[in-house]
């Protein structure tokens, strides 16, 4: 019998900017214990050309080129990060801590961040219920390394002295002083004057004075101005609450010794950027479904704008992360590896799919002994598909990779009698075959290698489609005539020909058979040196300026 437990409730599942700093200690612990961390993000759009598309004529470079113009202007509105604790308290299970933090990028002096919104984005996260006001009012701040090294240069230069503060309510910072300044004489009862409510506590030596500040902006330097102008009291915050507090002299030099102001503010703006740099001091594994935009925009976010360099992408995020899991990637490996029955269970192309099928009866049981997971308290909501909200489907993520790493454990084991629980470690050396393999849609490849050269392609060479007679290529007519027999690409490169991409090689079967006898196209292998007009222009080339060349030393030779 297994021993019963009770959960300890430690976090809230939403993280707004009112409850990131409170919850902050809880989430570096539970990373720090964790697995693994199941990681998604939510986007403010995906595409910023119609004409930047994914193709299967793509090879890795160009593809990332593709998604770096198509995903630079954009920003993330949601992330979802689950940490996957082992239980002490009962075998062979997990406890999952989701965390739904809403994002915004922050705005000052030149920090001011701009990005793009997608009609179609924002409809999508309207239809799974994402809170926008949470998004614009609560969203947690964040900065790159470089734009951290801006911020403290404005702090030095130009915050410290008051003047050419833009976008800065000078009228409540004025209001607010005036207000003190009557409640230390005590000729006032401390109403700032229409800019908020002002409240007065005691009086003497402890007695304190408080007003809510409209963001995280003003309450600091609505305390950076009091503290210069007053010498007899000392700030605090709560949230975006300043506290006004009476002190001795002697306090005030102790307080000055301890409490940086401009360094609060800072770790404050940085914000959510501390849970990526956690993430990657602790270097633990990270776990997404289909996850190479999110991996692009974290670098482009949080560490620095994405590189030109294809290669250099790779090279930083494996040295800021040093193993990443793809469960989509995962499926497919199970789909190959694993017996037909347990292969079934993995068949949802979506991250939702995949976690049903797991989660299944049959699914559960295929191979027995499958690590649980169980949610916090705090997160029962989660017990509830809430399929599109980022940290549910982190939580899916982190689930399916350690049920798929438990079906690849058993790929060889040939009876029920021995499947056993795993454990942790077992769990993570069956994902070795599968680590830093990013799963890659519609390209040459089907799959990136974060930690080295990328796969040889595996999909079916090109095709050279050309029309019969003097009738011109029709692109849209062909690609409706082959997408019948499954993914396909067609790439014009004159008025009569052009090139063909397939998906996989029973497509590329059909389209071979069906095509064979047709009247209005021929179809064949792509030869380069058949089909490519340079190549052949080149081969031409050297051809004539070989004749030339024999032509002169004849010549020469007669002389």
Known sequence: MLATYKLIVTVMVDITNENFEQLWPSIKENIDKAVLIGIDSEFSGIRSSSKLKNSLFDSMPERYAIQRQNISPFTITQFGLTAFVRSTERANTYVAHPYNFYLCPPSFGRLDARFSCQASSLQFLRRYRFDFNKFIYGGVPFLREEDEAILREELRLQMNSGKDRANVDEHFIQDACSSVSRWLSGTGAGDPGGSGS??????GPGSSWSVDAPDTNLCYLLQKELRQRFREIWTSAQGNNVLVTRVTPATRRDLEATDDLDEQFVSTMVGFSRVIRHLRARRKPLVGHNCMLDLMLIH?????????????????????????????????????????????????????????????????????????VVLTDQAARYNEESAHEAGYDAYMAGFCCLRLAHLLAHKDVTTVDLHRPMSSRELMSALVPVRNSVN????????????????????????????K????LDVTEVVQ???????????????HQALVAVGNFRCAKDVMRVFKKDKRYSIAQYNVL??????????????????????????????
Do not use: M
């Open 198 to 203: 002002g409240t007065v506590s005691g009086s």
């Open 300 to 372: 482009h976010l949080f560490i620095a704008p994405l590189p030109a360099d294809y290669h250099q992408f790779k090279e930083t995020i494996h040295s800021w992360f040093p193993e990443v899991y793809d469960t989509k990637h995962i499926a497919h490996t199970v789909k190959d590896l694993c017996p037909q029955q347990v292969g079934e269970q993995v068949n949802g192309a979506s991250l939702n799919k995949l976690h049903q099928g797991l989660t299944s009866h049959t699914g559960s049981t295929v191979v027995l002994h499958a690590p649980a």
């Open 440 to 467: 890659v849609i519609r390209g040459t490849v089907n799959h990136l290698s974060l930690d080295g050269p990328d796969p040889v392609s595996e999909r079916p060479r090109w095709f050279h489609l050309a029309t």
């Open 469 to 472: 007679g003097e009738r011109p």
């Open 481 to 495: 005539l082959l997408s019948q027999y499954g993914a396909v690409d067609v790439r014009p490169f004159s008025s």
């Open 530 to 559: 058949k089909h490519s007009p340079l190549v052949r222009t080149l081969l031409w080339s050297s051809v004539l300026v070989s004749g030339l060349g024999a032509a002169f030393l004849l010549v020469q030779l007669r002389k």
